[in-house]
């Protein structure tokens, strides 16, 4: 056995570079925290980014319920040093709980009272941030044995000592720093660290890899999509994926990334992960869709559910959820493990809303499609069908077939972004942060790939928000958010709670039928899970992004959340970030508990510069070169249309837009690299660069009128 074993390898090397032996196993873990531990999930304790491994952000502890939630308070606050976006999880273990911030950094706390016990600084170089689309972002640890796990937004996967915070290892994940980044939470299982990558809007090929919780070494890695053919596919799984590609799709990576989803199911052995949109999003700008046209399950295994088997890394079973995906309708959202009553046949089953509207229910071991129905309305699809589970597309929606624009619902935010659901087995109801908002699609022409930034293949230029007050009256007034409770099973909602815009928080379900969930407008508030009565309410002085938790020690449960307004929300939508209030970022820690009436310290006043910019010099000629300059390479940090979120600098505003010298200086030679703004020569000279600063200082006008008028 052992010699046709390498007589595979052998032939295998006829089409693949080598073929390498798998890094011995270091023993699982008996101390600490285990795979029964996590599997058994105690309720006192948060181990997993889900809770436990199915995912269900439900927490068995019922001392806070709706008859006495009115009384909680904060308990405790820990300010954070990172004012960017704040999207992680807290895991707590043996009195400890552990957070992850923006930046990638880590703290441990004493659960009970707060005290700071380590913290760690990876030292992500802030140049890092251009090749991140969406903020410098992280959405949590791993526990595993005596360690905590954290991946690093510049693509390392680190190893901590529980005790102290310093370093038992450290390796290298991504294949390169200038196209992929990692915003998510590693998951463990069965001693193997899983983690994917961020880069489907750059040139990045998507993957998903296994390392040994020991000692960092990698297990396996497998392939989102396809590589090069002319250097051989790494497994039967990319050769027939490769015929659903057209063009030379590898050139830009191909997407599919695994920027956040990854469940392990304990029941069938199984990872279950999702994956991002194909790249570009428009098809025609790299020819991707096979030239005959759309052959079934086209651009695998985009936007996708894959399962492999986790001790191999084999691929076991996939259901692509939207094919062909031009509108950024990535499936990485939370997936779900449930075993549920399906036709009165009790099923373990997936469970899943991702960006595209659809609510899934899968059968977990084959992935077979049991049942699809929208929980929003949306108009890129007219329906579903019924046995294969593949949507039929409103030939409108294919805008690089039209030439026409396309606004989208959902939008490329998403129905159901990252931002995780809960499920009560209590109530039988799913709880989903949901985004009721469109998104402009228009094909650019004669599109060309370029040296740093996004790959969308969009003109942007054309769907920029224009300075006419009735449009964006009317593009705000459509632009929603809400918490949706929905029965997964009969695909109906039971209740909603509304919103004044998108991008609230993730979900916390409790036994106590609660479910909690920070909101866009600054506020932390719990909801009767049955009903959708508003309880309680906190002000948050941030707006809250990340999921809530809760925990106990001695006697006493506690409800944790981390605050702190961003995201790709607050970064690249312009006007429409600004939809639920003037946003600001306080970044903390915040835990509360019944009787605790702890108070947070009087929040700064909200400092909006005057609009007041020179008047405008420049020509027609430069803002042809400009406005299409910006709006590819400067909007998704700076805003559409020049009008920026809470976070990054808004240019209309900027004294060093209105200096031709101080520009230069910052796009072209760089000055400001260190802090994440890095030199764009690449893609622009000096002359193509003050052409960019008179679009700004044009649209800085244009948005005075504005405000003159009202």
């Given at each position: ?519 866009a407008t600054e506020e932390f508030a719990a909801y009767r899970a049955d009903t959708g009565e508003k309880l309680w ?174």
């Amino acid at each position: 056995m052992r010699l046709l074993g390498w007589a595979a390898c052998v032939a295998a090397a006829l089409t693949l570079s080598a073929c390498k032996a798998a890094p011995e196993s270091s023993p699982l873990p008996t101390e600490g925290v285990t795979d029964a531990m996590i599997a058994a999930a105690p309720a006192e304790e948060w181990l997993s980014y889900g809770r436990d491994y199915g995912e269900q952000r439900f927490s068995p502890l019922a001392q806070v319920n709706a008859g006495n939630v009115g009384q909680l308070g904060l308990a405790w606050y820990a300010d954070l040093d990172t004012a960017r976006g704040q999207e992680a999880t807290p895991l707590m273990h043996d009195g400890v709980l552990y957070i992850a911030t923006a930046w990638s950094k880590v703290l441990a706390f004493d659960a009970k009272s707060g005290a700071l016990k380590w913290s760690y600084d990876p030292e992500v170089p802030r140049a890092t941030l251009a090749a991140a689309c969406c903020d410098a972002v992280n959405r949590g640890v791993a526990l595993y044995g005596d360690k905590v796990y954290v991946a690093t937004l510049n693509g390392y996967l680190v190893a901590l000592n529980q005790a102290d915070g310093s370093v038992a290892w450290s390796t290298e994940v991504v294949p390169d720093h200038d196209n992929y980044t990692i915003t998510g939470a590693p998951r463990i299982a069965k001693g193997k660290v899983l983690i994917g990558s961020g880069g489907a809007e750059f040139k990045a090929r998507g993957f998903i890899a296994a390392y040994d919780w020991q000692t960092g070494k990698q297990v396996w890695r497998w392939h989102t999509v396809p590589g090069n053919p002319a250097e051989g596919f790494e497994n039967e799984a990319m050769e027939k994926a490769a015929a659903t590609w057209g063009g030379e799709w590898w050139t830009l990576g191909g997407g599919g990334t695994v920027w956040d989803s990854i469940t392990y199911d304990p029941q069938t052995n199984l990872v279950l992960f999702g994956t991002g949109n194909a790249e570009p999003w428009n098809p025609a700008a790299n020819d991707r869709l096979p030239a005959e046209g759309a052959a079934e399950g086209d651009n695998l295994y985009t936007s996708s559910i894959v399962a492999l088997d986790i001790d191999s890394g084999e691929y076991r079973w996939h259901f692509q959820q939207t094919p062909e995906d031009r509108w950024d309708f990535d499936s990485n959202a939370q997936i779900t493990l449930a075993d549920i009553e399906i036709a009165g046949e009790q099923r373990h089953v997936v469970l899943h809303a991702p960006k595209n509207g659809y609510f899934y229910i899968l059968d977990a071991a084959n992935g077979k499609f049991l049942q699809a129905k929208p929980w929003v309305d949306m108009n890129w699809s007219t329906g579903i069908d019924p046995v294969t589970g593949k949507p039929e597309i409103n030939p409108e929606a294919r805008y690089e077939q039209t030439g026409k624009l396309f606004v989208s619902m959902p939008g490329a935010g998403g129905a159901h972004s990252w931002q995780p659901m809960s499920y009560s087995p209590q109530t039988g109801l799913t709880y989903i942060p949901a985004n009721l908002a469109g998104f402009p699609f228009f094909a650019e022409e004669d599109w060309q790939a370029s040296d740093m930034g996004m790959q969308t293949g969009l003109d942007y230029e054309q769907t920029a928000m224009p300075a006419i007050p009735e449009v964006r009256a009317a593009t705000l007034a459509g632009t929603t958010g809400a918490l949706v409770a929905l029965n997964p099973v009969t695909g109906k909602e039971a209740w909603r709670v509304p919103y004044v815009g998108p991008w609230n928080g993730g979900t916390l379900a409790t036994a106590g039928n609660l479910v909690f969930q920070g909101t866009a407008t600054e506020e932390f508030a719990a909801y009767r899970a049955d009903t959708g009565e508003k309880l309680w309410s906190f002000p948050s002085q941030s707006g809250v992004i990340a999921a809530p938790m809760s925990y106990a020690i001695d006697g006493e449960q506690y409800v944790a959340v981390l605050a702190g307004w961003g995201g790709v929300w607050d970064i690249a939508p312009g006007l429409l970030s600004l939809k639920s209030g003037p946003a600001r970022n306080i970044s903390r820690l915040l835990v509360f508990k019944l009787g605790a009436s702890g108070e947070l310290p009087a929040p700064p006043a909200l400092n909006q510069l005057v609009l007041d910019p020179p008047l405008f010099t420049g020509t027609e000629e430069q803002l042809k070169v400009g406005a299409p300059l910006f709006l590819r390479y400067c909007g998704a940090c700076h805003g559409d249309a020049a009008i920026a979120g809470a976070l990054n600098p808004d240019l209309r505003r900027s004294s060093v837009a209105y200096n031709a010298e101080a520009f230069k200086a910052v796009v072209i030679d760089g000055a400001l690299h260190d802090n994440g703004m890095v030199s764009f020569q690449r893609v622009m000279d000096a002359e193509e660069a003050e052409a960019v600063r008179q679009y700004i200082i044009k649209r800085a006008n244009e948005d005075k009128a504005l405000e003159t008028r009202s």
